[in-house]
Every structure is written in structure tokens, then in C-alpha cells.
T-cell receptor, first 113, second 114 residues
Framework: DSGVTQTPKHLITATGQRVTLRCSPR?????VYWYQQSLDQGLQFLIQ???????AKGNILERFSAQQFPDLHSELNLSSLELGDSALYFC????????????FGPGTRLTVL | GENVEQHPSTLSVQEGDSAVIKCTYS??????FPWYKQELGKGPQLIID?????GEKKDQRIAVTLNKTAKHFSLHITETQPEDSAVYFC?????????????FGGGTRLMVKP
């Protein structure tokens, strides 16, 4: 158990809908990362937050957004969902924004029908 | 941006044998190279990492080597056990004030046959 928690574990929704994925980092970690894992694209970095502020952005679609709250938990919002958004979404955390080790949560499996 | 290639995509070994997984990276500024193990239905688990100022690092049956000149690094697992069966990912990053994103290789499915 990495100490990173993610909810929900599974999410099934329809195309065009909007969902919110939630992540709580390890105790003491200030930085949160979101990654998407799909069969065709592998594990891809989406976005990083540090102490409430966006720090780095990867190939995140405009339909996707995220934020980190004062209590350091983070939410990833996915809107206008398409079939291709079906994937595993992982949250990771690290002590600081540049601290090497990132610890991953168990993931949220999103299925878009 | 960074690109990480990983080989082989699948690897089958007999219990007790050694397994080697290799990765190459493209960005010479990358200086941190972790390896993750992902079991079915779980998130990636950090198993070992190496920084660019070190050539080799060992932790019990697992070792990682880094060749900065050739821009490649490898994971070595000795005395493999059935519980080593999983998907292994290499990654590279250059943590700096602009962020700390990990770029992952495509993964290697390791199967250890009892």
C-alpha cells in the first residue's frame, strides 16, 4: 500500500458525460500527479500540481482539467467523454515538486459506453 | 520531449533464472530513472531507481545499471520467483522547477514459470 488513495475504483458512464476522479496523496506529500494508462498509449503523464498550483502539463486534453485543494487532495475532471477516454487513471504523489520518488495510487478504471 | 523505449515487450523465464529488461532514453538532460512493477489490478509500485551520478544500484535480487553515454539503463532480476511475474515499466525524468513528469517505456510482461 503506497499511502495514495483514489476514488472511485471503477466508474462506468456514457459518452458526453462528465466525471470527477479524486485523489488523496501520501501524508506529507505536497505534489500530486495524474497519469492515464491505456492499451494503445501506455502510461502517459497528464498534469502535476504542487501545493495547490499547477506545475507541469503533459498531453492533457482541453476537455480534462484538474485542481489541488488546500487540504492537498486533487480532483481530475473529465468532460464531454468519448469512447477513447476509457482507461485507467492513476494519481501519484511526491514530497516536493522536484523530489524524485513518485508513489502511485491504485487507480480509477473509467469505462465510457 | 523525452522518449523511452523498452525491450522486450514480453519475457518468459524459468523460476530461478535471471531476467533482464532494457530501456533507452533520448533526452540527455534526464537524470532520474525509476523502475515500477505493476501487478494485475494494481497501481505501479516503485521497486528501484537510479540517478545519473551512479552507474549501478542493487537491492537484494534486483539491480539497475545506467550507461549515460549510451543513454540506456537496465533492470536485472536474479533468482526469479513466480511472484516476480508482473508488468515492469522503466521511466525517465528530469526533475526541475518546470516539473517532474515521468516518461514511461511501453512495459515488459515478465512471466516466471514454476
Amino acid at each position: 500500500d503506497s499511502g495514495v488513495t483514489q476514488t472511485p475504483k471503477h466508474l462506468i458512464t456514457a459518452t458526453g458525460q462528465r466525471v470527477t476522479l479524486r485523489c488523496s496523496p501520501r501524508s506529507g506529500d505536497l505534489s500530486v500527479y495524474w497519469y492515464q494508462q491505456s492499451l494503445d498509449q501506455g502510461l502517459q503523464f497528464l498534469i502535476q500540481y504542487y501545493n495547490g498550483e499547477e506545475r507541469a502539463k503533459g498531453n492533457i486534453l482541453e476537455r480534462f482539467s484538474a485542481q489541488q485543494f488546500p487540504d492537498l487532495h486533487s480532483e481530475l475532471n473529465l468532460s464531454s467523454l468519448e469512447l477513447g477516454d476509457s482507461a485507467l487513471y492513476f494519481c501519484a504523489s511526491s514530497v516536493t515538486s522536484t523530489y524524485n520518488e513518485q508513489f502511485f495510487g491504485p487507480g480509477t478504471r473509467l469505462t465510457v459506453l | 520531449g523525452e522518449n523511452v523505449e523498452q525491450h522486450p515487450s514480453t519475457l518468459s523465464v524459468q523460476e530461478g533464472d535471471s531476467a533482464v529488461i532494457k530501456c533507452t532514453y533520448s533526452d540527455s538532460a534526464s537524470n532520474y530513472f525509476p523502475w515500477y512493477k505493476q501487478e494485475l489490478g494494481k497501481g505501479p509500485q516503485l521497486i528501484i531507481d537510479i540517478r545519473s551520478n551512479v552507474g549501478e544500484k542493487k537491492d537484494q535480487r534486483i539491480a539497475v545499471t545506467l550507461n549515460k553515454t549510451a543513454k540506456h539503463f537496465s533492470l536485472h532480476i536474479t533468482e526469479t520467483q513466480p511472484e516476480d511475474s508482473a508488468v515492469y515499466f522503466c521511466a525517465a525524468s528530469n526533475p526541475n522547477n518546470a516539473g517532474n513528469m515521468l516518461t514511461f517505456g511501453g512495459g515488459t510482461r515478465l512471466m516466471v514459470k514454476p
